[in-house]
């Protein structure tokens, strides 16, 4: 098991880019969540998929930030228009999603985002 | 609203020691689970451990165990016979029932744990 695969690893976009990021998920989890790290505020919830559907984004930026799971096998976030304050670490994580195991969430390595 | 509080910032051990890391939370909730990762230099965040707040017996992985004080709303994680590797930050988080619907994680500031040989 590959466990979950994020990439880039790293990127770096101008200020106003638009930056998408991939992740492919553990295979048989059916949930997958995104968060966000930096050194202020630490690890952030942005949001959560269940079997491919939208459950939770609280933790999303309303304007700019959008996340998409066309299949099972991957999710994507998508964020228009860069700013500096989006440099952070973007983390991917699965869950089986089913029963108590659901609570268990494995992250990716992440993805290094930087907005000059 | 649930809380995850990390009080420790940074602790320094001896290889082969014992080390303890506390985690205190605050939830509304009356089950709900707690959970130690850790994050490695590269960055990668590796889970380690999880109690059920129903369970009343200390979960216990290989050199990691935990000590859980329900009334003390206190999880704190122990790691006997240190290594090198064992060096990194540890993130305590713990994620209610009623947010089972969400999955949402919420996770300490963690503690940055050396391990000097």
């Known amino acids: 098991n590959a466990g979950v695969i994020q990439t880039p690893r790293h990127k770096v976009t101008g200020k106003g880019q638009e930056a998408t990021l991939w992740c492919e998920p553990i295979s048989g989890h059916s949930a997958v969540f995104w968060y966000r790290q930096t050194i202020v505020q630490g690890l952030e919830f942005l949001t959560y998929f269940r079997n491919q559907a939208p459950i939770d984004d609280s933790g999303m930026p309303k304007e700019r930030f959008s996340a998409q799971m066309p299949n099972q096998s991957h999710s994507t976030l998508k964020i228009q228009s860069t700013q500096p304050q989006d440099s952070a670490v973007y983390l991917c994580a699965s869950s089986f999603g089913q029963g108590a195991s659901q609570n268990t969430l494995y992250f990716g390595a992440g993805t290094r985002l930087s907005v000059l | 609203a649930q809380k995850v509080t990390q009080t420790q910032t940074s602790i320094s051990v001896m290889e082969k020691t014992t080390v303890t890391m506390d985690c205190v939370y605050e939830t509304q909730d009356s089950s709900y689970f707690l959970f130690w990762y850790k994050q490695t230099a590269s960055g990668e965040i590796v889970f380690l451990i999880r109690?059920?707040?129903?369970?009343?017996e200390n979960a216990t992985v290989g050199h990691y165990s935990l000590n859980f004080q329900k009334p003390k709303s206190s999880i704190g994680l122990i790691i006997t016979a240190t290594q090198i590797e064992d060096s990194a930050v540890y993130f305590c988080a713990m994620r209610e029932s009623l947010n089972t619907n969400t999955g949402k994680l919420t996770f300490g500031d963690g503690t940055v744990l050396t391990v000097k040989p």
């Open positions: 109690q059920d707040s129903y369970k009343k």
